[in-house]
């Protein structure tokens, strides 16, 4: 017993060091990984901010491609015996709507590939969360033991 009772303060000791390095690791841990949640949130907030200016932007770019689909009706309609001086609009915009129908699929491609980010970088976030929820524990228990300010 007294040989015992000669080895707890050494051992006190040992466990207070244990546990300040416990805790000086997790609050290294925190440091690291708050600044990434806020950094992960910003950039979600951003890529929800593009891919909704990116479907809004799709969606006048098709509502444009319509309206002009409907007026080039209008003129074809309206100007029968003017064809030959028509010709150059035509060519126009026969190039016009070359350039801008490969438009919805990349813009597709651009929504899709945006979403994969945002789930990726949700992942990530929901990833990350449980090594800080885990880190509460053993800092409320550092708080318990004698001398664990």
């Known amino acids: 017993m007294g040989e015992l009772a000669a080895r707890l303060p050494r051992a006190l000791t040992q ?3 244990r546990v300040r390095t416990l805790t000086e690791d997790i609050s290294a841990m925190r ?3 708050e600044p990434l949640d806020m950094r992960m949130q910003r950039l979600e907030g951003e890529m ?3 891919h909704k200016s ?3 932007g799709m969606q006048a770019t098709e509502d444009g491609m319509k ?3 409907r007026l080039q ?3 074809n309609q309206g100007i029968g015996d003017l064809v030959k001086g028509v010709e150059p609009l035509s060519g126009g ?3 016009v709507e070359d350039n801008t129908s490969p438009l919805p699929d990349r813009i597709g491609s651009l929504q899709q590939l945006m979403s994969e980010m945002l789930r990726e970088l949700t992942t990530l976030r929901e990833a990350i969360e449980p090594v800080s929820r ?3 524990p053993v800092a409320r228990l550092r708080e318990r033991l004698p001398g664990g300010n």
Request: hydrophobic share 45%; proline share 0%; aromatic share 0%.
């Open 15 to 17: 466990l207070d060091d």
């Open 54 to 56: 990116l479907k809004e």
């Open 93 to 95: 915009i026969n190039r």
């Open 134 to 136: 885990a880190a509460e």
């Open 73 to 75: 009706d209008i003129t």
């Open 67 to 69: 309206e002009t689909a």
């Open 48 to 50: 929800r901010g593009m």
């Open 31 to 33: 440091a690291a990984v």
